[in-house]
Every structure is written in structure tokens, then in C-alpha cells.
């Protein structure tokens, strides 16, 4: 499908010229241009900690540069606030969400603004308003709910509204994509189609080639903090977008040695459980992962893959079944006993079950072998032997910046935060490795790479439970893949066997038998 262009050439809404950043010695942005225009959708482009979001941060006013300017709408400003780029029309969508959980969708888009009736805040009135941009735009979303009741497409949407209704006219959206289902991907673009065709100007911070090419009219790469080239994005292919990048070429294929399975690792045998309503989600799920082999698990989300992980790693309580472990019962173990009987995962959210953001690399790097005589002794931490063990373990998963050990997890960029849990998990090298979502937020590099570390696990002799969004990601990695529709597993397909129409269809239900 060619995408529609809404580009106003003649209209130049924003200019960033030579912009340099710096953190102390640390030079995130090295003389940075970019140029956008009305109606525009401008992807920037760059792996993990190239310094996108720092660009984008000193365009919101979160942080001031250190020199270079910007200009919008072709007058010179300064922007040292959030507050002054809405007044000049600039929002910010963030790759982790900023809203209240337990306030309504309504609640969390006029907080800060509201519009009052006396002293009282006029709800009505608000919710006609919220109401009519959603409907003008397309952004489905349900005003009285409240927001952590809701997926994490809709909190997206939430945040688009939020932006909209402030006035917005260029919007910033920061890996829009990172946590969407293929569906929600779908409606994301055609919902920036419908921004860019009433002359909103979008800018796209990702690295997520095919969304590029699906969205955007024009893309800027930037590579270790410099700006490399603004390209059209008709001209270039996803091949040249990707070397770009990463400043070389790129496989997109996973190489993997044919090898036959040894024993079942983990069984899980007619597994019942609910969701966070109290509504049964998982109606007697079976699955099965050998030694030597990976299986993935497909699905849309909200078919119980979520709590059926939460179940295995012990952090959610299932009602009936079994779940095993190289013959062992971990059924309704807690967290630490299901990690003793040899399971490491990566999980689905990682500022939430994968880190403890307040704690530095080093700590978050031991967080379950703090207690090992090679890193305490007598109850007190060893920091010189945590601290080379960090280190070494930076650079062989290349963690950026990479002399991080001393600093806050929760200061990295996304991607580097999911390479500290993948360095950690796969280090553990325990006997089942369930990786979610492991590739969410990553570049395409550093994709690559942790495809390479997944397939490892396999090649040792590893079982790998494997559940992904990424259709691709399933497809390639797994030995085996079990389609999961409305908490069971409806259909098995083998490697080579798969196509995305086939799965696509087991996924919504097609083709199964229905009791």
C-alpha cells in the first residue's frame, strides 16, 4: 500500500542546526540538523543510545543544548521547558508512558488543564472535548475507563490525545511502536496518516525499519551521536536504511545448525488461571520445551500470555494444573524457587519485573547471585569482583556507554536497559530461558545480536520458551511454534512450515474448533 503524502515543502515548522549535547565529557549530540515541514511524518533513525531521544528531549525543552539552535516556524527560540514547547505547539509522546493508573482515561488527559465550573472541575464538558478529538482522529479509546484497566495500545492513544488536546501541531512520539501488537502498529499508522492529512507535523524517534518505510515521508540517521544523512524515504531500502545505522551490513536471518531435542525440560499440563478481573484467562493450556530446542508462542496480545508467564516465573498464582521442571513440580512456586530449580527469564516489562531502576548496573547485574561466595562474603558484598564481572559483561553485550557499572539502570536508554537483563539471564545459563518480548526497543544491531545469544542457548542444550509480538521474530528463531487464541493453544506449526497468513489465521481464531 503507497503511503499517502500530506509534505507542505513550502513550510518549514521545525529547524535544528549543529545542536551538540553534552553530559559532562559525554557528547550524546555532535552537531545535529534536522529539518521537518508541514504535514510531514520524519522518522529519526539510530541504535540503541545514538542520542535520538536526547535530540528529542532538547526539542521538548527537557534538556537545554549545550550549543546550536532551533527555530520554529522560522523564528529563533528558546526552549528551556515542556511548558514552552507546548506554548509553541511541540508534544511529547513518551516511550514509557507518564499517566495516573488509577485515574480515567478522561482524567488523565485534561490533568493540569482542566476546565473548571466554579471550583468544581467541569468533567462534562471534558469529556465532549476528549470525545471529539478521538472521534477527528480516529483514536478509539473509552474516556470513562480507567487507565490501568486498559491495553497498552490504548494508554498510547491516551497519550496522543493528551498531546492533542494541549494544542499540539508537531508531535513527537518516542518507539511508538515498542510494546504494540501487529494490530496496534496497523492502527498507529493509519492514526499518524490522519494526524499528517489535517497538516499535523510528526516526528518518529525508532529503529523499526519496516514501520519507516510503512510511515514516514523523510528520515534522518544519526550514528554514536553524529548526524549521518536525511534521506527520502522512497529512495532507500530497508538494507541501506539498516547499514546506515549501524555503519555496516546487517543479516537478517538467523543461522541456525539443525539438532534433534533431548528430553522435555519444562511440561505444563492443563493449566487454569485468571486475569487481573478475576476472569478466567488460561482454560487448560499445555505446553512443552526440550533440551536443544525453541518454541515460540503466537498470539495477539491478551490471550493469557501475560499471565501464563507471570505463572511459570512465579509471580502470579494459577487456580489448577501442573507445571514441571526436568521432572520437578514448580506448580504456584514462588519466584526464587522457580529461578533454584533452573529458570531465568526476560521479562515482559522490564522497568517493572526485569530492574530495579534505583540500583546501578553492577547491582542489577547480580540481583539474584548476590548471595554467591564469588560476589559476598559474610553478608558483605565483594564491589571489586561485582564490578569486573559488570564490566566484562558491558562489553561482551555491548551496553552503552560502556562504563556504566556505577550508574542507575534507570538512566539508560531502553534498549541498553533489555541488554542488561539479557546479559544477566543468559549468564545465569540456566536450564529453561523464557525470553518475552526479548528484541522490544532494540535496533536492528543489537536485534541480531540477541537473536545470536538465544540461538546459543539452544546450541548448548537449553530449552528456550520463547513468546513474541514479532511475527518475524517467531518465525525465525523458533524450532517449534504453539499458537495460543482465548487462553489455550489452538494449533502447532513447525520451523519452515509457518507463513504469516497461516498463523495470522490460528491467531484469530480461524480454523479453530470451537467447543
Known sequence: MEKQRNVDMDTVVIQM??????????????????????????????????????????????????????????????????????????????????????????????????????????LKKAREDVTAI?????????????????????????????????????????????????????????????????????????????????????CTIIRRGKYINTVDVNDVDENELASMMVGRTVEFVVDKKELTPGEDVLVVKDLHGKDYRGIEILKGFNINVRKGEIVGIAGIDGNGQSELIEMLTGLKKADSGQVTINGEDIFNASPRTVFQKGVSSIPEDRQKHGLVLDFSVAENMILQNFGEPEFSKNGVL????????????????????????????????????????????VTNDKDLLIAVNPTRGLDVGAIEFVHKYIVDQRNKNKAVLLVSFELDEIMSLSDRI????????????????????????????GGVQHE
Open 17 to 122: 542546526k549543529d545542536i551538540v549535547k553534552k553530559f559532562g565529557n559525554f557528547v550524546a549530540n555532535d552537531g545535529v540538523n534536522l529539518t521537518v515541514h508541514k504535514g510531514e511524518v520524519h522518522a529519526i533513525l539510530g541504535e540503541n543510545g545514538a542520542g535520538k531521544s536526547t535530540l528529542m528531549n532538547v526539542l521538548y525543552g527537557l534538556y537545554r543544548p549545550t550549543s546550536g539552535d532551533i527555530l520554529v516556524g522560522g523564528e529563533k527560540v528558546e526552549i528551556d521547558s515542556p511548558k514552552k514547547a507546548i506554548e509553541l505547539g511541540i508534544g511529547m509522546v513518551h516511550q514509557h508512558f507518564m499517566l495516573v493508573q488509577p485515574f480515567t482515561v478522561t482524567e488523565n488527559i485534561i490533568l493540569g488543564m482542566e476546565t473548571t465550573k466554579g471550583l468544581t472541575v467541569d
Open 134 to 218: 478521538s472521534e477527528r482522529y480516529n483514536l478509539q479509546v473509552d474516556v470513562d475507563a480507567k487507565v490501568e484497566d486498559i491495553s497498552v495500545g490504548m494508554q498510547q492513544r491516551v497519550e496522543i490525545l493528551k498531546v492533542l488536546y494541549r494544542g499540539a501541531d508537531i508531535l513527537i512520539l518516542d518507539e511508538p511502536t515498542a510494546s504494540l501488537t501487529p494490530q496496534e502498529i496497523e492502527e498507529l499508522i493509519e492514526i499518524i496518516g490522519n494526524l499528517t492529512a489535517d497538516g499535523k507535523s510528526v516526528i518518529l524517534i525508532t529503529h523499526k525499519l519496516k514501520e519507516i518505510k510503512a510511515s514516514a515521508d523523510y
Open 382 to 425: 565483594k564491589k571489586g569482583a561485582i564490578s569486573e564481572f559488570t564490566k566484562k559483561l558491558i562489553e561482551k553485550f555491548d551496553i552503552r556507554p560502556n562504563d556504566c557499572e556505577n550508574q542507575l539502570a534507570g538512566r539508560l536508554s531502553g534498549g541498553n536497559q533489555q541488554k542488561v537483563i539479557i546479559a544477566r539471564e
Open 482 to 509: 504453539d499458537v495460543i487464541y482465548d487462553g489455550k493453544i489452538v494449533g502447532e506449526v513447525a520451523q519452515g512450515e509457518a507463513d504469516e497468513n497461516t498463523l495470522g489465521l490460528l491467531m484469530a481464531g
